[in-house]
């Protein structure tokens, strides 16, 4: 059975950092593109960065282009993503999905951890 | 910048048939998008129903389809149950690797 659990999310101030990880189980990890895709409260679904299989493509939203970076360590069968300067719009739960490229789907989603950027 | 558009919300009656509807603000849907579905109830994480337009994903009852209609992607439900109640998205494949998510839809079954 494919798992993602993510982790990491919590409480930041503007401005800060945060990095949050995803465990993945039940597949071959480094046979797929990798995906972080959020959503605001109360919003529709956002694509905020993917990574291709072997870590050498990485992709991201102009709105968080420079200042978050994805990762992977396919020994470890983990996604990651290092937020900074975290602003008050990057509230949101972060959802850590696998995508299979030949079908153009996020065919598995993980339950998702909560980022809140506050004062 | 090609925007998804999905209507915002919609109601059915139980055991009544509804079709929900993903488009371009520019342009035809076809099958060349891939569209594919989501469906999400309060406080869960986005399930995948649908991919390549029409192909159920794996436990998804048969009362979801999904179909090209017209110059949109659209995603029927028939025989609508309370559970169905939840908001549905639909993602397209823009090329060059790029997908893009609707707004979603809120559907209400009453």
């Known amino acids: 059975e494919v798992q993602l659990v993510e982790s990491g999310g919590g409480l930041v101030q503007p401005g800060g950092s945060l990095r949050l990880s995803c465990a993945a189980s039940?597949?071959?990890?480094?046979?797929?593109?990798m995906n972080w895709v959020r959503q605001a409260p109360g919003k529709g679904l956002e694509c905020v960065a993917k990574i291709k299989h072997d870590g050498s493509e990485k992709h991201y939203v102009d709105s968080v282009k420079g200042r978050f970076t994805i990762s992977r360590d396919n020994a470890k069968n983990s996604l990651f993503l290092q937020m900074n300067s975290l602003r008050a719009e990057d509230t949101a739960i972060y959802y850590c999905?696998?995508?299979?490229?030949?079908?153009?789907?996020?065919?598995?989603w993980g339950q998702g951890t909560l980022v809140t950027v506050s004062s | 910048q090609t925007v998804v558009t999905q209507e915002p919300s919609f109601s059915v009656s139980p055991g009544g048939t509804v079709t929900l509807t993903c488009g371009l603000s520019?342009?035809?849907?076809?099958?060349?998008?891939?569209p594919s579905w989501y469906q999400q109830t309060p406080g869960q994480a986005p399930r995948t129903l649908i991919y390549t337009t029409d192909t159920r994903s794996s436990g998804v009852p048969d009362r979801f389809s999904g179909s090209i209609l017209g110059n949109k992607a659209a995603l029927t439900i028939t025989g609508a149950q309370a559970d169905d109640e939840s908001d549905y998205y639909c993602?397209?494949?823009?090329?060059?690797?790029?997908?893009?998510f609707g707004g979603g839809t809120k559907l209400t079954v009453l």
């Open positions: 039940g597949f071959t990890f480094n046979g797929y593109w």
């Open positions: 993602l397209l494949y823009m090329g060059s690797g790029i997908s893009v």
């Open positions: 520019s342009g035809s849907v076809s099958t060349s998008y891939y």
């Open positions: 999905v696998r995508r299979v490229v030949t079908l153009k789907v996020f065919d598995h």
